[in-house]
């Protein structure tokens, strides 16, 4: 597609329940990054993949997050037992590949855990 | 210590002045460097990118780097209102990019 697309744009969840955000990079980006914002705070890293390696998932920050990139293209974050904590603008961002291009954002999944 | 830091801000300058936002870094290795920019509640959009120590000029847009120093800036001439905005500086480490928390960049009319 034209640009990253992320969805849902938002998505409101009671605590405990389990979300998935979905990320649809650009087509022939090869490296594609989960970060997240919270409120009034800068970007928190949470994991990359890179063409068929290894994801880095280094930014992870409990076992309750996982992703995966399906086919090289899209990917799924999933948030397991979301805990208030975990609200949060979820960002995807691609690029051609690692280290030295500049990312493309999608418009991002507003999470709130009530 | 943090991987990237930048003054948080607020700055405001008026109209038509140049806006001057900076950046230091941790990493002596570091290679490419970005600045981002981020409207209230949209995802950040890159604007400049520099991989090398002196000055990039685009448009309006003037980005330094002293690698030397550890240090990046962004210069904005002619400051608009429409540049009213947050300002993330990018510093690649290793295979991934280090944000830092971002300057709130005000101009006021």
């Known amino acids: 597609g034209a640009g990253v697309s992320q969805s849902p744009s938002n998505k409101v969840t009671e605590k405990g329940k389990d979300v998935e955000l979905r990320c649809d990079p650009i087509s022939g980006h090869t490296a594609l990054y989960w970060y997240r914002q919270s409120l009034g705070q800068g970007l928190e890293f949470l994991i990359y993949?890179?063409?068929?390696?290894?994801?880095?998932k280094s930014g992870l920050p409990s076992d309750r997050f996982s992703a995966e990139r399906t086919g090289g293209s899209v990917s799924t974050l999933t948030i397991q037992r979301t805990q208030q904590e975990d609200s949060a603008v979820y960002l995807c961002a691609s690029s051609f590949g690692l280290g030295n291009y500049g990312y493309t954002f999608g418009s991002g999944t507003r999470l709130t855990v009530v | 210590q943090k991987e990237v830091e930048q003054n948080s801000g607020p700055l405001s300058v008026p109209e038509g002045a140049i806006a001057s936002l900076n950046c230091t870094y941790s990493d002596r290795g570091s290679q490419s460097f970005f600045w981002y920019r981020q409207y209230s509640g949209k995802s950040p959009e890159l604007i400049m990118s520099?991989?090398?120590?002196g000055d990039k000029e685009d448009g309006r847009f003037t980005a330094q780097l002293n690698k030397a120093s550890q240090y990046v800036s962004l210069l904005i001439r002619d400051s608009q209102p429409s540049d009213s905005a947050t300002y993330l500086c990018?510093?690649?480490?290793?295979?991934?990019?280090?944000f830092g928390t971002g300057t709130s960049l005000t101009v006021i009319p």
């Open positions: 993949f890179q063409g068929n390696s290894a994801p880095d």
């Open positions: 520099i991989y090398s120590n």
């Open positions: 990018a510093v690649n480490s290793g295979n991934q990019f280090y």
